[in-house]
C-alpha cells in the first residue's frame, strides 16, 4: 500500500507537461480489435487504468507491448475470446468499451457490469437500448450481460441523455453494421473526434465526430494503417493543472495541451481573477494581485465545464472571496468528497447532493485523508498543497489510475510531495 504525504504551502512555480488523454486511450485500445495488423500508438499515459485495458487486450489473446517512452503496440489478430474476466472488468468503467468492437467482429461478447469510479450509479441502459437499435440481442444473466447479433444493421439511435461512452460504443459497434446509423444527440468530446478520426483512417465511414448529430455508414471491414497514432492531450489533466496553478497563485506553463478544450474552464477561472496567456500548445497562468471572486459553476457535457473539474474547482472555490456555488449536472457522487475538505477547514455547505456552497477564502490545515475517486483525489492533493502542515493522502490507487507520477511532476514545480510505502494509513 502506499500513500502520499504533501507538505502544503511551498511556492510553485515552472513548467508542467500534460500527458496523453487518459479517457481517449481507454477507447483507441479497445478499438484496435476492428483493426487489422499491428497499432502504434504514442503519448500513452502510463497510468493504472491503461495498464488494466491493456490485461484486458492480453486476456482476449491480443499481443500487447508497452514501452516507458509511452509508445504501446497492439495487434488483435490472435483474439479468439468475446467474454472478458469479470476481475479486470470491475476495475474500469471503460472495460465496456470493449462491448461495441467484439460484438462487431464476433457478434457475440459476455461481458460483467463494469466498475469504475464510484461517483454514482452508472447504468448502461442507454447502450443497451443502442446496441438492441443496432440489431444486438441482450441476456442478462445476474450482473452479466451477453451480447449477440449474427450480423449488426445500421439504425437510428436518439440519446434521451448525452453519453460518452455510449456514443464511443455505438460508434464501434457501428463501423461493420450493415447500412446507416445515424447518432442524435451524441456526446461531442475530443475523443469522440480522436476515435473517428482513427477509424476512419482505417476505412471506416464516419462523419459528424465532434457535433450532436454522427454517421456511420457501414464498410465490410477495416484496413491496416502503418501510421502511428499520437494520442490527444489530456484536456481534464491540463484544466486540473490550471486549477492548481490558479489556487496556489503560481507562474506555472502548462505545455502539450490543446488550449481550445479548455475554453469554458478558462473562461470560468478568468472570472474569478485569474489570467491565462495562451500559445498554441501551452497556457501560463500569470498570477494575479488582487484576490480571487467567488463564481458560480454548472458542468454540462463537452464544449462546457467538464464534470471531472468538478472536484479542483471546489478546492480552488476554497481560496475565493464570497460564496461560490457549485453544480453538478451530470454524476450524483462527485461531491461527497467535500467532507474531506470540511475537515480540512473549508467552508462548504451541502444543499443536496448535486450543489455545494463554498464560502471562501479559507485556510486549510493539513489532515489524513482517503482518496475517494480519481478527480476528487487530485483535488485532494491541491488542497494538501494548499494547506498549513502535513497532508497524507490514502488510497492512492485511485489517483495512479489517471495521473502518471504525479508526485514527481508536482516535485518537479517545487512542491513537497513524496510517495511512500505504508502498511497502515
Ligand atoms: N448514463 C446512463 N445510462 C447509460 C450510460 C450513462 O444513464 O447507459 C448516465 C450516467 O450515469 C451519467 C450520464 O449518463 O449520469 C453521463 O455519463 P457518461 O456515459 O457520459 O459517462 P461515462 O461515459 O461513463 C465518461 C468518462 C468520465 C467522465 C464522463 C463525463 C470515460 C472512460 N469516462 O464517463 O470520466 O466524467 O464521461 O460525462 O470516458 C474520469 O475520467 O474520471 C471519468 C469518470
Given at each position: 500500500m502506499q500513500k502520499f504525504i504533501i507538505q502544503g504551502g511551498r511556492p510553485l512555480k515552472g513548467e508542467i507537461t500534460v500527458a496523453g488523454d487518459k479517457n481517449t486511450a481507454l477507447k483507441l485500445l479497445p478499438a484496435t480489435v476492428l483493426v487489422p495488423g499491428t497499432t502504434t500508438f504514442t503519448n500513452v499515459p502510463g497510468i493504472q487504468d491503461v495498464k488494466v485495458m491493456l490485461e484486458l487486450l492480453t486476456s482476449i489473446g491480443a499481443a500487447v507491448s508497452q514501452k516507458k517512452t509511452g509508445e504501446v503496440n497492439v495487434s488483435t489478430e490472435a483474439v479468439k475470446k468475446t467474454d472478458l474476466?469479470?476481475?479486470?472488468?470491475?476495475?474500469?468503467?471503460?472495460?465496456?468499451?470493449?462491448?461495441?468492437?467484439?460484438?462487431?467482429?464476433?457478434?457475440?461478447?459476455?461481458?460483467?457490469?463494469?466498475?469504475g469510479d464510484v461517483i454514482g450509479e452508472r447504468p448502461l441502459d442507454l447502450l443497451l437500448d443502442g446496441l438492441s437499435v443496432l440489431g444486438a440481442d441482450i441476456k442478462q444473466d445476474d450482473r452479466t450481460y451477453h451480447i449477440s447479433a449474427a450480423k449488426m444493421r445500421g439504425g437510428r439511435f436518439i440519446f434521451r441523455k448525452v453519453s460518452v461512452t455510449v456514443t464511443e460504443n455505438l460508434l464501434l459497434a457501428a463501423t461493420l453494421a450493415k447500412g446507416k446509423t445515424e447518432l442524435v444527440n451524441a456526446a461531442m468530446e475530443p475523443g469522440v473526434i480522436a476515435l473517428a478520426d482513427f477509424l476512419n483512417a482505417h476505412g471506416a465511414k464516419i462523419h459528424g465526430a465532434g457535433t450532436p448529430t454522427v454517421i456511420i455508414e457501414g464498410v465490410q471491414k477495416l484496413r491496416t494503417s502503418a501510421a502511428p497514432v499520437a494520442i490527444i492531450p489530456d484536456r481534464i489533466e491540463a484544466g486540473t493543472f490550471a486549477c492548481l496553478a490558479a489556487a496556489t497563485n503560481s507562474p506555472i506553463t502548462i505545455s502539450a495541451c490543446n488550449p481550445t478544450h479548455l475554453e469554458t474552464l478558462l473562461k470560468t477561472l478568468e472570472l474569478m481573477g485569474a489570467t491565462f496567456t495562451r500559445d498554441k500548445d501551452s497556457i501560463t497562468h500569470v498570477p494575479h494581485k488582487k484576490p480571487l471572486r467567488a463564481v458560480e459553476v454548472v458542468t454540462h457535457e463537452y464544449p462546457g465545464i467538464a464534470t471531472d473539474f468538478l472536484a479542483p474547482l471546489v478546492v480552488l472555490s476554497t481560496q475565493a472571496q464570497g460564496l461560490s456555488l457549485i453544480r453538478e449536472t451530470i454524476f450524483e457522487g462527485r461531491l461527497f468528497f467535500t467532507d474531506k475538505l470540511k475537515q480540512m477547514g473549508?467552508?462548504?455547505?451541502?444543499?443536496?447532493?448535486?450543489?455545494?456552497?463554498?464560502?471562501?477564502?479559507?485556510?486549510?490545515?493539513?489532515?489524513?485523508?482517503?482518496?475517494?475517486?480519481?478527480?476528487?483525489?487530485?483535488?485532494?492533493?491541491?488542497?494538501?498543497?494548499?494547506?498549513?502542515?502535513?497532508?497524507?493522502?490514502?488510497?492512492?490507487?485511485?489517483?495512479?489510475?489517471?495521473?502518471?507520477?504525479i508526485e514527481e511532476r508536482l516535485a518537479a514545480l517545487g512542491a513537497d510531495m513524496k510517495r511512500v510505502e505504508t502498511d497502515y494509513f
Open positions: 474476466p469479470s476481475e479486470l472488468v470491475t476495475k474500469v468503467r471503460a472495460s465496456s468499451m470493449f462491448i461495441g468492437p467484439l460484438l462487431a467482429r464476433f457478434g457475440k461478447v459476455s461481458v460483467h457490469h463494469p466498475g473549508a467552508q462548504i455547505i451541502m444543499a443536496d447532493p448535486f450543489r455545494v456552497v463554498v464560502n471562501g477564502p479559507a485556510t486549510l490545515r493539513g489532515r489524513k485523508i482517503i482518496s475517494p475517486d480519481i478527480r476528487a483525489g487530485i483535488a485532494l492533493v491541491i488542497a494538501g498543497l494548499l494547506a498549513e502542515g502535513t497532508t497524507t493522502i490514502g488510497n492512492i490507487y485511485q489517483i495512479d489510475r489517471g495521473y502518471e507520477a
